[in-house]
C-alpha cells in the first residue's frame, strides 16, 4: 500500500521540518511548498491526498490559496481537504478559512495527537490517534459550531 501525500504550505522553515518529522513518522510522504504560488504549482504536479495550509505566506495569503483551489479547473485539486494551521487570530481567519472550503482550522502551535488524529479522520484511516473529547471533523466543516475550550 502506498503512502498518503501531504503537502505542507509553510513559509517557515523550522516549522516545515517540525512536520515533516512528525507525518514521516507517522507514515505520510511529505511535499512542501514556501508560498502562494508553488502552493499551487505543487499541488498540480503531486495532486496530494491532503494540504496543510499555513495562512500568514508570500505571494498572496493562505485563503488566496483556497480560493484558487476551489476554484480550480481540475475539479480533483478543489476537492484535496485542506487543514488550515495558523498562528494567525482565530476570530475571523477560523470562519473565513471554512467557508472558504478549509476541513479544519488549527492554531499554532498544534498538538501533534489532534494533527494527526484530524488528519487520519480526512484520509478515511483508523484514528488511532484520536483522545477523548477530540471534535469530529464534521463539526469543524460549520463554522457556527464554537469549540468547546480546550
Ligand atoms: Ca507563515
Do not use: C
Not at 68 to 94: E, H, Q
Amino acid at each position: 500500500m502506498s503512502n498518503k501525500k501531504i503537502l505542507i504550505v509553510e513559509d517557515d522553515a523550522d516549522v516545515r521540518l517540525g512536520y515533516q518529522v512528525l507525518l514521516k513518522a507517522n507514515g505520510y510522504d511529505t511535499f512542501f511548498a514556501a508560498d502562494a504560488i508553488s502552493a499551487i504549482s505543487e499541488a498540480r504536479k503531486q495532486m496530494p491526498d491532503l494540504i496543510i495550509l499555513d495562512l500568514g505566506l508570500p505571494a498572496g495569503d493562505g485563503h488566496v490559496v483556497l480560493e484558487r483551489l476551489r476554484g480550480a479547473i481540475n475539479l480533483d485539486l478543489g476537492a484535496i481537504p485542506v487543514v488550515v494551521v495558523s498562528g494567525r487570530d482565530l476570530r475571523g481567519n477560523k470562519e473565513r478559512a471554512l467557508k472558504g472550503g478549509a476541513k479544519a482550522f488549527l492554531q499554532k502551535p498544534w498538538d501533534d495527537d489532534e494533527l494527526l488524529s484530524l488528519i487520519a479522520r480526512l484520509l478515511g484511516q483508523p484514528d488511532i490517534y484520536g483522545q477523548p473529547g477530540a471534535i469530529p471533523v464534521w463539526e469543524l466543516e460549520d463554522p457556527a459550531v464554537e469549540s468547546p475550550d480546550r
